[in-house]
């Protein structure tokens, strides 16, 4: 079946550190993966994605590349900032159309100046 | 523009109680889905809906729980009669399933208790 994998946390970094957060998917064809953030007393909200091997997702200062040969869907991002603290859920879509996402557990940042 | 809407945000209810979790979808999206948060099983899908049917209600832990969706913009998730380790952090949210991106968008979840 489907699945997602990420890295067990909580993951603690000063400002400006570099944060490497990873994720690895089992999955039927070629899905589409996202990276999702969850602020405290929010709901998740959509931070990046990618929908083919090799696609590079980006927003504010984060990234993350699709690796087919590794199953791996990493999310770096190069200077971290307090306000990144949050939940960070690595997620796939299958790529029949109409189906659900399937998250990873989430990964707890806490960033300290 | 508003998003996906739920209430209510927090219910505190003893065990035997029935507890029924509201949800009001994004104008336009024909897709809904039911998540529940906890610290032990992270995020897991309970059902989902495409144009108001149930596609795939596997996630649904027991009989307890019910969902429904009348119509295009209402939802709701029913858990008849609520135990403790039902407690956790229910969230909805929608899409629009012909859409190429899957992006969801999630409501800020409602926070359940039972005591």
């Known amino acids: 079946g489907n699945s997602v994998t990420q890295m067990e946390g909580p993951v603690t970094l000063s400002e400006e550190a570099f944060l490497t957060i990873n994720c690895t998917y089992t999955?039927?064809?070629?899905?589409?993966l996202f990276w999702y953030v969850q602020y405290p007393g929010e709901g998740l909200q959509l931070l990046l994605k990618a929908t083919k091997a090799d696609d590079k997702g980006s927003n504010k200062g984060f990234e993350a590349t699709y690796r087919k040969e590794t199953t791996s869907f990493h999310l770096e991002k190069g200077s971290v900032q307090v306000s990144d603290s949050a939940v960070y859920f690595c997620a796939l879509r299958a790529y029949q159309a109409g189906t659900a996402l399937i998250f990873g557990k989430g990964t707890t940042l806490s960033v300290s100046s | 523009d508003a998003g996906v809407i739920q209430s209510p945000r927090h219910e505190v209810t003893e065990m035997g109680q029935e507890v029924t979790l509201r949800c009001k979808p994004i104008s336009g999206h024909n897709s809904l889905f039911w998540y529940r948060q906890t610290m032990m099983r992270g995020l897991e899908l309970l059902i989902y809906?495409?144009?108001?049917?149930?596609?795939?209600d596997s996630g649904m832990p027991e009989d307890r729980f019910s969902a429904k969706m009348p119509n295009a913009s209402f939802s709701t998730l029913k858990i008849q009669p609520s135990e403790p380790r039902d407690s956790a952090v229910y969230f909805c949210a929608s899409t629009s399933s012909g859409g190429a991106t899957g992006e969801l968008f999630f409501g800020e979840g409602s926070r359940l208790t039972v005591l």
């Open positions: 809906f495409n144009n108001n049917v149930p596609i795939d």
């Open positions: 999955a039927t064809g070629y899905p589409s």
